[in-house]
Nanobody, 128 residues
Framework: VHLEEFGGGLVQSGGSLQLSCVAS????????MAWVRQAPGGALEWISVIDSTGEMTDYIDSVKGRFTISRDNSKNTVYLQMNSLKPEDTAVYYC??????????????????????WGQGTQVTVQG
């Protein structure tokens, strides 16, 4: 299993970024995917989940209305569109593979063993 994130970078407060995660080594369309982030000095925080079909999504309250998770099973890719970014969104963002089709909301702090696979992470820095 391999997950690789793209799209991180430096953005001004109020700006937007889109993260992408390309998956390989498993049947992508059979599994829920999620995004987890880790702020400097902080614990791992679950942000969003999307089920295997892309029909069901959920978000942590702090990003609802600003972030959108989506997936393209034909491209083995999951996305995180981040709008109205705030300095507190600064973190390393990880794409993660869940263990089943539906996925679950994870209570803070997230543990590494709660997901089947992790990407290497991509840094998002929001300057205020």
């Amino acid at each position: 299993v391999h997950l690789e994130e793209f799209g991180g970078g430096l953005v001004q407060s109020g700006g937007s970024l889109q993260l992408s995660c390309v998956a390989s080594g498993f049947t992508f369309g059979d599994y829920a995917m999620a995004w987890v982030r880790q702020a400097p000095g902080g614990a791992l925080e679950w942000i969003s989940v999307i089920d295997s079909t892309g029909e069901m999504t959920d978000y942590i309250d702090s990003v609802k209305g600003r972030f959108t998770i989506s997936r393209d099973n034909s491209k083995n890719t999951v996305y995180l569109q981040m709008n109205s970014l705030k300095p507190e969104d600064t973190a390393v963002y990880y794409c993660v593979k869940d263990f089943d089709r539906l996925g679950v909301i994870r209570i803070w702090p997230v543990r590494k063993d709660q997901y089947d696979a992790w990407g290497q992470g991509t840094q998002v820095t929001v300057q205020g």
